[in-house]
């Protein structure tokens, strides 16, 4: 058995990972070999510019269902699709599936192409990140679609090339450490923001050419910030020249009509217990994370993967052998994809969007985990976007929403998302979200802001949030970027940058999140004023923050804190200071402890707290006892 032939039954089996690098188009000889995977079909022709789009140049099926060709009639930069003749005779035009480069839009012809390899200079990041453990770093992620942080004057949107030389500075200046991509992938229609892919392996061309997202990858780490991307492997474009029944039957799809209909997504749902399909998808991720050398893959709608009633009524929906919902073929392909990349890139993030109340999502496969490394906290976005919403007369009564996922911490690697589904679709923008007239909205924007970087759990932030942008967003059009000739909107760049550096520099945020010791509540329960105070802890016992967030506009002067050492305290950051678009002016507060019970705390101090307030207080000079060993 030759070299192709290994690599084609690994592909029949499920355990081909370079796909890649065998179907699509590839240099051969004077020429180039074409291969694509049609098993039911009658027959297939190779059609391009170099023979007119005729029929002239038919492929021979193998064994494995993939039909081939070589010629030296193909030349570099020339577009080609394959013309599949289907089971039932009919004659469909067909694009390649594992095509790295697609002719621009509205066309999606292959491009003839070899792509060429980069000498890369990142070496010393993957070598910092593989020595280390993510869980214990601070991860901030500002979550970009890649065409619409800005536009031009001339009302064209940005490509990779603008967002190396404007995003990676704006990033680093404002204090996040991750840039994740919604999808990168090709898709035929902006309005899907990339999320109904069809091309698997293929940058989309109105973002830039391959070559361009690799420097801009390798820009980002050498100013120390890692690149994340969208990844959608649950469903596929249901676009009749795409991927859909490729061969006139269910090819990449499930066998069943209804388990292959998405119809909420208008999709296609892959038939993710076809060894032919998982090669592809591995294929496809691993290629992400190793051409292009991404840091990790955000896998969208996981929650479509594990359940055959997701998202279908009554009547739409059959059970599985064990009279079960559960999506056997998906889960046990997300155990192999995920053990998959981790025994080849152990130091790349697996994140997982996924809503149900589906447990062990992240963890270890080999611990009865899922095998991702970070779940989207849903939960917690919908109870909190939901309470900063709300009447602040109300909140007394609704004070579970702003605690409950407390209770729930630890039963994941969290992080907590502010994406970009929450600011579309009329749910209106973070800013517009807030309660009450305008400085109230952005006084109560910037506590919401701090809620994300003190609680426990990775962070994401979508594009705009950071100063408060007033429309939601739109993928056609650029950020509100004018608005920043506003005060406000300008004083709150000013402080959600203060409040990322802070977070990046402050081990007791993130140092020891997977440990239940890295918070401790001191009040959840004071819902007649509805603040919320708690403690972060590092790894040291005096490196530690005291954040209070007042959730009404009433000042709290003298209002008292739990603390559990005695000495002196001080204010180290506070949302409503004038510089911050509030109106204190007050310089930062000192407090010194009395020897007063507070709940489970020996001490207390006592702070002057404004409205809608977000304050951090940290240990100045305090006393802490070394615990006595016991005797024996």
Request: with cysteine; proline share 4%; charged share 25%.
């Amino acid at each position: 058995m030759d070299e192709l032939d290994q690599h084609l039954q690994n592909f029949a089996a499920g355990n081909e990972l370079y796909l890649q690098n065998y179907l699509g188009c590839h240099a051969a000889g004077n020429g180039y070999a074409f291969r694509v995977w049609a098993p039911k079909a009658q027959q297939v022709w190779l059609v391009g510019d170099f023979n007119n789009w005729e029929k002239d140049l038919p492929m021979q099926q193998n064994v494995y269902g993939i039909w081939s060709i070589e010629t030296d009639r193909a030349q570099p930069g020339q577009l080609y699709k394959f013309l599949v003749k289907q089971a039932d005779g009919e004659e469909v035009m067909k694009f390649d599936p594992m095509a790295l480069e697609y002719e621009r839009r509205p066309g999606n012809a292959a491009v003839v192409s070899n792509l060429p390899e980069k000498r890369w200079t990142d070496g010393a990041w993957f070598g910092w990140h593989k020595r280390s453990n993510h869980f214990a770093r601070p991860i901030n992620i500002y979550e970009v679609h890649a065409s619409s942080w800005k536009q031009h004057e001339d009302g064209s949107l940005y490509t990779l090339c603008d967002l190396q030389k404007e995003l990676i500075p704006y990033v680093k200046e404002q204090g996040f450490n991750y840039i994740e991509f919604m999808p990168l992938t090709a898709h035929p229609l902006d309005a899907s923001w990339g999320y109904q892919t069809t091309g698997y392996f293929a940058l989309e061309r109105a973002y830039g050419e391959p070559r361009d997202l690799q420097d801009f990858v390798e820009a980002c780490h050498k100013e120390n910030i890692g690149v994340l991307a969208d990844w959608v492997p649950g469903h596929f474009c249901i676009n009749s020249d795409a991927l859909a029944y490729y061969d006139g039957t269910p090819c990449y799809e499930f066998e069943e009509g209804w388990r292959a209909q998405n119809k909420g997504w208008g999709a296609l749902n892959f038939g993710l217990g076809k060894p032919q399909v998982q090669s592809f998808l591995i294929s496809s991720a691993l290629f992400w994370l190793e051409y292009y050398h991404l840091d990790g893959l955000r896998v969208d709608a996981v929650s479509n993967m594990l359940y055959r009633d997701y998202d279908r009524g009554p009547g739409e929906w059959k059970p599985d052998q064990y009279g079960g919902n559960r999506n056997i073929e998906g889960i046990e392909f997300l155990h192999k994809f995920n053990k998959t990349i981790k025994e080849i890139h152990p130091e790349r993030i697996l994140i997982a969007e996924e809503s149900s109340s589906q447990v062990k999502i992240t963890g270890r496969v080999e611990d009865g985990g899922l095998g991702f490394d970070y779940k989207w906290n849903m939960g917690w976005m919908n109870d909190e976007l939901r309470f900063y919403s709300m009447d602040p007369y109300f909140r007394k009564d609704n004070f579970d929403l702003s605690t409950f996922s407390f209770m729930y911490r630890m039963s994941e690697n969290f992080i907590l998302p502010l994406s970009h589904d929450e600011v579309v679709h009329g749910k209106r923008s973070l800013m517009n979200k807030m309660f009450g007239d305008r400085p109230d909205q952005f006084a109560q924007l910037r506590n919401l802001n701090t809620m994300l970087m003190t609680y426990p759990g990775k962070k994401l932030l979508f594009m705009g949030g950071e100063f408060g942008q007033y429309l939601e967003w739109r993928y056609q059009e650029g950020l509100e970027w004018s608005s920043l000739s506003d005060e406000l909107n300008a004083k709150m760049l000013k402080y959600n940058r203060e409040l990322n550096h802070f977070y990046l520099n402050e081990p007791a945020l993130w140092q020891l999140e997977q440990e239940d010791k890295s918070v401790k509540i001191i009040d959840a329960d004071n819902r007649d004023q509805s603040v919320l105070s708690f403690i972060r802890q590092g790894k040291v016992r005096h490196d530690f923050l005291i954040v209070l967030l007042n959730f009404t506009p009433v000042q709290r002067d003298g209002f008292k804190v739990g603390v559990p050492y005695p000495g002196t305290y001080k204010e180290v950051l506070n949302s409503s200071r004038s510089e911050f678009g509030g109106d204190w002016t007050a310089k930062p507060q000192e407090m010194a402890t009395t020897q007063e019970k507070f709940k489970d705390f020996d001490y207390q101090i006592s702070v002057d707290l404004p409205g809608f307030s977000a304050m951090i207080i940290k240990p100045d000079q305090v006393t802490i006892k070394r615990k006595r060993s016991k005797k024996r």
